[in-house]
């Protein structure tokens, strides 16, 4: 199966302008996360969809950042306007039941390293 | 407050050698483990996970990790390292699935290095 896809790998990006991640979760998963790593320090949850509906966004920094998951599908992450401190690497997961506990584990894609100057 | 404590924060051992990668953490009830793998390039991908039973658990290319409540640790080993193995190593803790919906909390990371 083909497994989590995230586009851009790479993006750098000016303060002020604005920036959109996107997430393609496996096929048939229903729950889709965002993950952050900022300057070598730990990956923070940001939030996790459950199929269309944001069931919790309690780790998004501030209103900047604006996640949607459109039909349930794939998954967007805009960041508007960018700020110095959005640096980092954003992951996306996904898992078919939620907690991606016992059977079924987060998948993770390659995420996309965010440097703004 | 619920952390996870990666000590080392880069490690290297000689090819052939024991690796043991430790993991501390301070969690409110009962913790789900996690330890993740990040080779460069690649995703996070999951090596082994503890929910409950056998304090010692077997992961994938391996590793195994130690469960010990009573140091609130979840240390990963491998007994013969390879090259292959060089990359940035994550402890994770999380909740009942009910409770926590997928939401892990990760330490900083332990990046290991392979000597020829």
């Known amino acids: 199966e083909a497994g989590v896809t995230q586009f851009p790998s790479h993006s750098v990006i000016e303060k002020g302008q604005t920036v959109t991640l996107r997430c393609d979760p496996i096929?048939?998963?229903?729950?889709l996360y965002w993950y952050r790593r900022v300057m070598g320090k730990e990956i923070k949850f940001l939030l996790h969809?459950?199929?269309?509906?944001?069931?919790?966004e309690s780790g998004m920094p501030n209103n900047r950042f604006l996640a949607e998951r459109t039909g349930g599908t794939y998954s967007t992450l805009k960041v508007q306007p960018a700020e110095l401190e959005d640096s980092g690497v954003y992951f996306c997961?996904?898992?078919?039941?939620?907690?991606?506990?016992?059977?079924?584990?987060?998948?993770f894609g390659n995420g996309t390293r965010l440097t703004v100057t | 407050a619920q952390s996870v404590t990666q000590p080392d924060i880069h490690i290297t051992v000689s090819e052939g050698a024991s690796l043991e990668l430790r993991c501390n953490y301070s969690?409110?009830?009962?913790?789900?483990l996690f330890w993740y793998v990040q080779s460069p390039g690649q995703g996070l991908q999951l090596l082994l996970k503890?929910?409950?039973?056998?304090?010692l658990v077997q992961g994938i290319k391996g590793f195994e990790a130690e469960f010990k409540r009573s140091q609130s640790s979840f240390n990963l080993r491998k007994p013969s390292v390879h090259w292959s193995d060089a990359a940035e190593y994550f402890c994770?803790?999380?909740?009942?699935?009910?409770?926590?919906?997928?939401?892990?909390?990760f330490g900083q990371g332990t990046e290991l290095s392979v000597k020829p």
């Open positions: 997961a996904s898992s078919q039941d939620r907690g991606g506990s016992y059977n079924s584990p987060l998948h």
């Open positions: 096929s048939g998963h229903d729950n």
């Open positions: 969809f459950v199929k269309e509906s944001k069931q919790d």
């Open positions: 969690y409110g009830a009962t913790p789900y």
């Open positions: 503890y929910f409950s039973g056998d304090t």
């Open positions: 994770a803790v999380g909740g009942p699935i009910y409770n926590q919906g997928g939401k892990l909390i």
